[in-house]
């Protein structure tokens, strides 16, 4: 396996890549490893639990608090207005629960009860556009601050990440979270400071993870072409839309992720973890 994918990737004039970053870097709550019997058990966390579980909620339950005590600031105006703009979408859709928020609303109050009101239910439906992952961000950032929350990642990140460095490869992550919200959690992760082994961060700027157009917009901003890129993520659909840029995804399967199909098998590789790959440039 480790000779197909150095074979591969020696093929390409560089190896650039990134990684999905909620499924296999960032960690999920406190879910206790039900392989382990009880007088050796150990709470482990799974990092993309860790962001569905407990990063959400978290942003939703001080979304309130902060945009109240931070009010007056340029991030959080932009943001507000931002969500007002969001939720013109979100009608259209026929998202449910969405109020209308008019901009000539002038009452502070009443616009964060509906800013908030329409916050809880677009992080419920999982909204991955940039209005909620930018708010998300900001309230995370005082999460870390505080320690109330923190990067978990998966254990093989850090050896990868290294190893991946020292053999010259360019990493970049590519998440649907905001850049800000990237960089506080590979920033401060259990495994200390990641972001030197980072070249640089794409959001949902670049457009949507699961449409084609953001892999080429990427690969123009890397100055890099589909050829020289591996892209790493346990998400299928974002892995044929990258595929179709002419990039090679490799799909990772961690415990807790969806169910993949006999399909999805046949046409991309499977890893469980970083060890299994060997990335480096050709020689
Ligand atoms: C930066 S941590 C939060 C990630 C996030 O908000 C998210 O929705 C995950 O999306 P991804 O595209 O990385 O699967």
Redesign the pocket.
Known sequence: MKDELNVLIQLSSLAFHWI????NS?DLTCRLSTELTPSNRVERIIPWLY?KDT?FPFSVEHAEKYITANWDRNETQDAVNALIQQAKVDIKNNIEGIVPISEEETNKDKIIEAVVKNFRIQVKNDL?VAPV?NL?GLIWQEGYKSGSVKGHIYDDIPRAFSNWQNNGVKLYIY???SVH??KL?YGSSESGDLLPYIAGHFDTKVGM?QETKSYENILNEIKCNGSDVVFFTDIPKEAYAAKAAGIRAILLDRPGNAPLSQEDRAVFKVIKTFDEVNIKLPE
Do not use: E, T
Request: proline share 0%.
């Open positions: 999905d970053l909620i499924n960032s962001v990063l991955k992952k998300q998440s649907s979270g919200a990237q959690l993870k």
